[in-house]
């Protein structure tokens, strides 16, 4: 596999532990997974900052089973 590919299945794992409930819990791990200037904006408009995101998701429903592909 290239760099390029390990990189892209890397993110891709990353996204997909940002759905899992114990890892959301955790501020530390989360942390790691996303970047200080990470922001995101929702479908209302609500703008998601890097800290703020990490304050809220141990709230957030993650996923109840594996994603189907």
Do not use: C, T
Not at 46 to 64: D, H, I, N, S, Y
Request: charged share 30%; hydrophobic share 45%; aromatic share 6%.
């Amino acid at each position: 596999m290239n760099h390029e590919s390990n990189e892209v299945n890397e993110a891709v794992a990353g996204e997909l532990g940002l759905m899992d409930a114990h890892m959301r819990a955790s501020r530390i791990v989360a942390g790691e997974l996303l970047e200080r200037e990470f922001v995101e904006v929702g479908a209302s408009g609500q703008r998601w900052a890097f800290e703020k995101v990490l304050a809220e998701l141990p709230g957030m429903a993650g996923r109840v089973e594996e994603p189907h592909y």
